[in-house]
């Protein structure tokens, strides 16, 4: 059975950081490549970044030099790093693996607000 969980969401400042993670299980982690997407209140869902089995990263426009993401294949788990965070970055943020099917997380809400 394929578990992804989110984790490390919660409420911040404009200007603040948060550090999310998702740990895999079910999958040979260090063959799929690892997102994250968002999905703000009342919108689509919107992709944000994602990394390769080989470490190659893409960023949306929208978040890029302000968040990275980086995978860590011994503990099967991928991270998103969110500085400068603006309100415009709230949403419930969700991970996915591909590799031969696309599995996802259940999400975890960042809200951005002063």
């Known amino acids: 059975q394929v578990q992804l969980r989110e984790s490390g969401g919660g409420l911040v400042q404009p200007g603040g950081s948060l550090r999310l993670s998702c740990t895999a299980s079910g999958i040979i982690f260090s063959a799929n490549a690892m997102g994250w997407f968002r999905q703000p209140p009342g919108k689509q869902r919107e992709f944000v970044a994602r990394?390769?089995?080989?470490?190659?990263?893409y960023y949306a426009d929208s978040v890029k030099g302000r968040f990275a993401i980086s995978r860590d294949n011994a503990k099967n788990t991928v991270y998103l790093q969110m500085d400068s965070l603006k309100p415009e970055d709230t949403a419930v943020y969700l991970c996915n693996a591909l590799d031969e099917e696309l599995y996802w997380g259940q999400g975890t809400q960042v809200t951005v607000t002063s």
């Open positions: 990394v390769l089995p080989g470490g190659t990263t």
